[in-house]
């Protein structure tokens, strides 16, 4: 599954406004990374893919919308599926694109 055009179009559009965002075809997705790291991705397989702080997995998946990424049968913590769609409002979009650009720009840079 190619991932979703649309979704795409719009992370890029939020992240506009983001100084030193860089898009790149990867995973099967579109990744946005910032200072070379994973921030948000639409994902090949439908959604987001986004890299959260660690410490707040827990916490962000108690939304029905957010699990664990898995990669080869392992849970990865501070990796998140977001099982949403075209259909979600910027403010949503905004909310879970927050936490992956923070935890991004709170890693050394790349």
Known sequence: MAYDVGMADRLREILA???GVVEKSMFGGLV???AGHLAVSASGQGGLLLRVDPAQTD???ADPRASRFVMRGRQMKGWLRIDIDGH??????????KH???????????
Request: charged fraction near 25%; hydrophobic fraction near 40%; charge should be negative.
């Open 88 to 97: 979600a409002t910027d403010d949503e979009l905004k909310g879970w694109i």
């Open 17 to 19: 406004s983001e100084p």
């Open 32 to 34: 946005f990374l910032v």
């Open 59 to 61: 916490t962000l998946v």
């Open 100 to 110: 992956g650009v923070g935890y991004a720009r709170s890693l050394p840079p790349k």
